[in-house]
């Protein structure tokens, strides 16, 4: 991960997350960022979490057909990265909302984080959603996670709720823009 002192002005650049073999292994890291993303949590090592089937269905087999993302990267190195990936009925994910919207996986580097790369990549992939024509995408957060005010600032809104998560969804324009 690079080093690089951060501040507002820090020029990241965003690219497919899908064009490079190697992203896998971040896209991985940054499944498990969200799926322990309360700080102090016992964290569970990389690859049990990705052994979960209702953690691995996220990533598994990445890129599948319609599957799309964007990786933030300093210096060619990832820091952040969003993706979407349609789950099904048969074997829904935690945001699930119907067959036709893909769920968003979101996760930036700790070093990198408060910044405005989390923005940057939700926006992108909002974008690249509506150009797909795609008429939504989705998300579950737990209520205490601070992301829900990132969701609500970028249009996603709630749609159901259980104890202690939310599925949000971003509904689009059908004529590609935001
Ligand atoms: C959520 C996450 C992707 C945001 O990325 P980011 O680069 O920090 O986001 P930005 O700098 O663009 O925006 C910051 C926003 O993140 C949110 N946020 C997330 N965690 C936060 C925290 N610990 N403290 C304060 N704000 C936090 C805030 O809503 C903030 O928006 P605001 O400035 O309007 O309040 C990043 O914090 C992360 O990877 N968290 C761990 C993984 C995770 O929780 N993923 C989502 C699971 S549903």
Same mark, same amino acid.
């Given at each position: 991960?690079?080093?690089? !002192?951060? +501040?507002? +002005?820090?020029?990241?650049?965003? @690219? ?5 073999? @190697? ?12 799926? %322990? /993303? @309360?700080?102090?949590? =016992? &964290?569970? !090592? ?8 209702? $953690? ?5 087999? /990445?890129? %599948? ?5 964007? &990786?933030?990267?300093?210096? *060619?190195?990832?820091?952040?990265? &969003? /993706? ?8 829904? *994910?935690? *945001? ?8 968003? $996986?979101?996760?930036?580097?700790? &070093? /990198?984080?408060?910044?405005? $790369? ?9 974008? %690249?959603?509506?150009?797909? *024509? ?23 809104? !709630? ?17 590609? =823009? @935001?």
């Amino acid at each position: 991960m690079p080093s690089t !002192p951060k +501040t507002k +002005t820090t020029p990241w650049k965003i @690219r497919d997350a899908t064009a490079l073999p @190697r992203d896998v292994e971040f896209l991985e890291l940054m499944l498990c960022e969200a799926a %322990q /993303w @309360r700080p102090g949590d =016992k &964290a569970r !090592p990389t690859s049990e979490l990705l052994a979960d089937p209702n $953690v691995g269905h996220y990533i598994t087999g /990445w890129p %599948q057909p319609g599957d799309f993302g964007l &990786a933030d990267t300093v210096a *060619g190195e990832p820091i952040g990265a &969003a /993706w979407c990936r349609k789950l099904t009925r048969l074997d829904p *994910g935690y *945001g699930y909302v119907d067959d036709d919207t893909p769920e968003v $996986v979101i996760g930036v580097d700790g &070093a /990198w984080r408060h910044l405005g $790369v989390g923005t940057a990549l939700l926006g992108g992939l909002i974008d %690249q959603a509506a150009r797909r *024509g795609l008429r939504s995408i989705s998300l579950s957060v737990e209520t205490d996670n601070p992301a829900l005010n990132l969701y609500s600032r970028m249009g996603v809104a !709630p749609t159901e709720a259980s104890d202690n998560a939310v599925t949000m969804i971003r509904l689009l324009s059908p004529s590609g =823009k @935001r």
